[in-house]
């Protein structure tokens, strides 16, 4: 950002200003799990309430969430009822949703294959991809809309694809299963992640059959034919997982590794073409490159692309809410949690809270470069955090910004006349259903 321009400020919901009754409450829920808040919940340190009947306790400040998802984690291993069965028809008992003896077990062979150790190797097919991406849009006639979120969902896709099964498998898999995520995701109801009765996302299972099995189909034709060194190999050699666990674990690793890390793209974009001097600025960075693609070894001299990525995460985390019920009754902070009631933490508020961050509603990457204020531990927690965070998050981290810095340079998206822009929370947080942008040259 240029000194004395003001930064941009992107599009959230209107926030509530008095109490809702419920059944506007479970309007906005149906509708938006982010049209929910209250004004003063991106100030405050707690939130008590109910909902249906069932006590919610969020955790509101980075030593509550803390004292919650970390030093009292095991109270709360367990997802929402709600969650795991909207889940479970496409992952079956993957690491995303298990709790219990089959987490303990599957938690060591998913993290082997995803650690940070490995990233070197997985971001060569990182590289590979976003200068393909490169190619092909610059083929594109000038003037005709792309949706960016299905352009970004199958550069993920074809990312996470080859990472997984194999470099030699081609493009039509992963845009089967893109486009089968996508309909899955749009299907499911964001009320019935949360609160509302267990049966109701049985019943939306009923209706997501289609895209299960489409998704099912080619997954497990993929595992069948996965190569010696991928991924889903070596999790098979390395521990004893029946076909249908690895089927799971690919199809976690998938939507994992592939919808966040699209979303995250897309709204990067997003913010770009609104900001014209982070644009230009993270232009100037990958510029060094000398018209390369960016690798992995390059990561460190990209500071402001990943202060970007970081940035963007703040803002529009991929998972805006994190649910787990009580296993018994237990005290956090002083506020009792009886046995069965949700303690949540939710970086849609702590990511904007007024207390830990500057002009917290602004795109403002400077914040995460080095030399910047610094922020309370756990203030900012786009990947979960304690037993259950993400095991991906360095895969993530390492892709987004080997995709910006490798197309940044060459491409200026901007957004489509008429488009409209608003953050939609369902499985993840996007920027609606489509995101349609031009994709010219750079200047």
Request: charged share 20%.
């Amino acid at each position: 950002m240029t000194e004395g321009a003001a930064p941009f400020i992107p599009p959230y919901p209107e926030r509530v200003t008095s109490r809702l009754k419920l059944p506007e409450l479970l309007r906005r829920m149906r509708r938006n799990l982010l049209e929910i808040w209250h004004e003063r919940q991106f100030s405050g340190e707690v939130v008590e309430t109910r909902i249906l009947g069932r006590p919610i306790l969020v955790c509101n400040s980075p030593a509550l969430v803390q004292q919650a998802f970390i030093r009292q984690a095991a109270c709360f291993e367990r997802k929402t009822p709600q969650m795991r069965h909207a889940l479970e028809p496409l992952v079956g008992d993957g690491l995303i949703i298990s709790d219990g003896l089959v987490w303990r077990e599957r938690r060591p062979a998913v993290a082997a294959v995803t650690h940070a150790g490995r990233i070197a190797d997985l971001a060569l097919v990182m590289t590979e991809v976003a200068a393909e991406r490169a190619a092909s849009w610059a083929t594109l006639p000038p003037g005709r809309p792309t949706d960016m979120l299905a352009e970004m969902g199958g550069l993920a896709a074809e990312v996470i694809c080859r990472c997984v099964f194999g470099r030699r498998l081609g493009a039509q898999a992963a845009a089967e299963v893109v486009q089968a995520f996508t309909a899955y995701q749009s299907r499911v109801t964001p009320a019935a992640l949360l609160t509302l009765p267990d049966w109701m996302p049985r019943l939306a299972g009923l209706r997501l059959r289609p895209q299960v099995r489409a998704i099912h189909a080619v997954i497990d034709r993929l595992v069948a034919e996965a190569e010696p060194g991928s991924l889903i190999r070596a999790m098979a050699e390395g521990h004893a997982l029946s076909p249908r666990a690895l089927r799971n674990e690919a199809a976690t690793l998938f939507l994992a590794g592939h919808e966040t890390t699209a979303s995250t793209l897309a709204w990067a974009w997003y913010l770009l073409s609104q900001a014209p001097a982070v644009a230009a600025r993270l232009r100037t960075e990958a510029a060094a490159l000398g018209g390369r693609p960016a690798r992995f070894e390059d990561l460190p001299r990209l500071p402001y692309a990943r202060a970007v990525v970081e940035e963007t995460l703040r803002l529009y985390p991929p998972i805006p809410m994190l649910a787990r019920v009580a296993q018994r009754a237990v005290s956090v902070g002083g506020h009792a949690v009886p046995r069965g009631g949700l303690v949540m933490a939710v970086p849609w508020l702590l990511h904007r809270h007024r207390r830990l961050w500057e002009a917290p509603d602004a795109f403002m990457p400077e914040r995460f470069l080095e030399g910047a204020a610094p922020r309370p531990r756990h203030a900012f927690i786009p990947f979960s955090l304690g037993p259950r965070v993400c095991t991906g998050a360095h895969f993530a981290l390492a892709e987004a910004v080997i995709v910006l810095a490798t197309l940044a340079p060459r491409f200026a998206p901007r957004l489509a006349a008429g488009a409209r822009v608003f953050p939609v929370a369902r499985l993840t947080l996007r920027p609606g259903e489509t995101l349609p942008m031009l994709i010219g040259r750079a200047a």
